[in-house]
DNA sequence: CTGAAAGCGCTAACAA
DNA sequence: TTGTTAGCGCTTTCAG
C-alpha cells in the first residue's frame, strides 16, 4: 500500500495535521518540527493522494482542454501554450477532442469527466450563436475561438476582423489589384470563416474598390488538401488574381503548392498571406507571411482567467470578452515585389 | 451544492446502495427498481463525483502520456492516436511535455500528479539505458520510443532497424549509388538515430558496397530548420550524393527546401525519403515518401498493454518488448526515376 | 435483490 | 504551535 499522512505523522512522531500543516505550507509551525517531518516525507517518500484531496477541499489541480483536433497544427500549438500556461499555476491539463462535432462538443461538456477538473478551456468549432445556453455548466469555463460571442462563460479571442483586414492591406500595399479572399463559408457571419471575410472586405472598401465577388473563394474545410483542391478549381475556372488572403495557414499551404504547379510564382506573380502562423510558415518554400493571433497571449489570459473563475466560483462578475492582439509578419511570400 | 447519490438515493425511495449497482452495472436489480433509480438519476441530473470514486475504488480513470513536445508533428499524431485508443477504454488522457530534457522527464515521472492517474505512457527521449532503473515506479507504466530497451516495464516501439534497411534499400532499388544517412547523432547506438543508422549501413552492406563514412550526416536535433542547415552545410562541403534517407520527416522537409533552393530536383537529381509519415508528408512538394512506423498500432498496443497492467497490478509477468509494424510508403520524392 | 455501515486519505473547524 | 475529529461522496463487505 502506499504511504498515507498517518505514516508519515507516525514516523515523525507528530500528529497528522501537523504534517498536513507543513505539505500545504502552513505559516506558523516551529522549524524543527518542519524539518522533522520533511525528513519523514522524504525518507518514507509520502506522495499525497490527489484523489483523496480532491474530495476533500474540491479541487483537483487539473484542468480541461477541449479541442477539435491535435492533428490540427494550429490546435496542438494552442494546446503547447496552454499546457506551458497552466503549468505555471501548477495544474496539468487533460486534452479531450471533439473532432469539431456538435454531438461530441456537447457530450464531453456535459460529460461526467468534468468532474474531474477544476474548470474548462473549450476552443468552440461545431457548436453557434444560438447554442450559448447549452455552455452553462456548473464548471468554470473559459471559451475560445470565434464561434460564440457573448455567452454565459468568459470568452477569449484574437482580433479577426482587424487582422484579416490588417493582412489585406498588406497586399493592397505591395500594389495587388485582384486579391482573392481564399476560405470563405457561405453564409457565414459569426465564425473565423465570417468575421475574416468582413475583415478583407473592410479593407477593399477603405482602398475605395469595388467588391468583386468572383474573388470571394470557398473552402469548406481549412486542411491543407482542401486549399489545394480549392485552388485547383479556380485555376481550372480561368480566375485570375495577383494577391492571395487565405484565411487559414494550411490552406495557404496548400494553394501555394498548386499555384507552383502551375507555374505561377510566388510572390512575383501572386502574392500569398496566410493566418495562424503556425511553425511550418517559416519552413515552408516560399516561407509564408502570415498573422500571429497572439496564441501565447490567448493561451495565458485564458488560464488565468479561469483560475480567478476557479479561485471565485459564486463571483457575479459578468461574463468578459478578451481579444489578443495580432501581428503582420512578413515573409517571403509576400516580400520583394514592387511596391 | 453538485447532486450525491444521497439525493438520487432519497428521489428514487431506495438506499444508496441501490443506486450505487444501478450505475455500476451490478446485475441483480429488479427492472422497476432500476427504472425508478435512472429516472432520479436524469431527473437530478446526478454526474458521479469522480475524486469519491477514484478515493475509494483506486482508479480513476485516466491515464498520463509524457510527451517532449506537442508542437513536434510526430508527437502530435501519436498522442491523437493515443487519445482515440484510450477513448475505447473510456480513459482520458493528460498530456505532459518533457521538452524532452532530462531533469523534467524524471521530475514528471516521479511528481505527485502520476496519482492522480492509472497509469503512464511515457515516450522516453532523453533518458537513456542506464537510467532504467529509474524507470521503476509505483504506477503502471508502458514505455515508447527507442532509447530504453529491456527496462523495468512493458515496451512498444516500431521496427527502427528493419525500416530504416527498407528505406535505404527502396533508394537503392531506384539505382541511387551514393545515399546520404541524414540525421545521424555521433557515438549513439541505441535512440532513433542510432537504430536507424545501423540499419542504412546494413543495408549498403547487403547490396555489397563499401561504407563511406562521409555520406553519414550528423543532424543534432531534428527540426525542420537542422536539416535545413545539415543540408546547407552538405552543400557548401561540396557533397555529391544522388539518394537521402532522411531519419525523420521533418529534417526530410527541410533538407528538401534547401535542395530545391540550389535547384537540385528532386526525384530526379536527388532521391529523398522520410520516416514518420507526418501528414504534411503528404502535402509537401514534392510529396514526401517516408516509413509509416504504425503508429496507431502502436497507441492502441500500448494502452491496451497499459489496461492489462492496471487490471492487475501485482501480476508477476516479466516486461515484454512489442513492435509494430512499418511499410515504406512511396509518394513523388522517390518516385519516376529510372530503376 | 436491497439496506446499513465502515472507511478510502485528506483538509479544516475547533480545541488545547 | 499542535492535536482531535468530523466528514467530502463513493464502493463494498456483510446482513437481511
Partial sequence: ??????????????????????????PHIRESTRARVLEAIAELGYQPNLSARGLRSGRTGAISLIIPDLKNAYFAELADAVMRAAGEHDLVVMIQQSGGMRERELEVLHGPRMRMVDGVL??????????????????????????????PADHVTMKNVEASRAATEHLIGLGC????????????VIGSAGLRLTGYKQAIEAAGRPLD??????VGN??????????????????????????????????MRVLQEAGIRIPEDVAVIGFDDIDETRYSLPSLSTIDPGR??????????????????ASERPPREYEAD?????????????S
Same sequence: chains 1, 2.
Avoid: C
Fill in 213 to 218: 465577388e468572383s474573388l470571394i473563394v470557398n
Fill in 177 to 188: 489589384r485582384r486579391i482573392l479572399a481564399f476560405g470563405a463559408h457561405e453564409n457565414e
Fill in 122 to 151: 473549450f476552443s468552440v468549432l461545431a457548436l453557434g450563436q444560438d447554442d450559448a445556453h447549452l455552455l452553462d455548466i456548473p464548471t468554470p469555463l473559459v471559451m475560445l475561438g470565434e464561434r460564440i460571442f457573448n455567452g
Fill in 222 to 255: 481549412w486542411h491543407r488538401s482542401d486549399g489545394a483542391e480549392a485552388m485547383r478549381a479556380a485555376l481550372a475556372r480561368g480566375l485570375q488574381f495577383d494577391g492571395l488572403v487565405a484565411f487559414n495557414d494550411s490552406i495557404a499551404l496548400g494553394a
Fill in 326 to 338: 495580432f501581428r503582420v509578419v512578413v515573409r517571403e511570400s509576400t516580400m520583394g515585389r514592387a
Fill in 296 to 313: 501565447e497571449e490567448i493561451a495565458r489570459t485564458a488560464v488565468s482567467v479561469l483560475m480567478e473563475r476557479i479561485a471565485d466560483p
Fill in 1 to 26: 500500500m502506499a504511504v498515507t499522512l498517518h505514516d508519515v505523522a507516525r514516523a515523525a512522531g507528530v500528529s497528522i495535521k501537523t504534517v498536513s500543516n507543513v505539505i500545504n505550507d502552513y
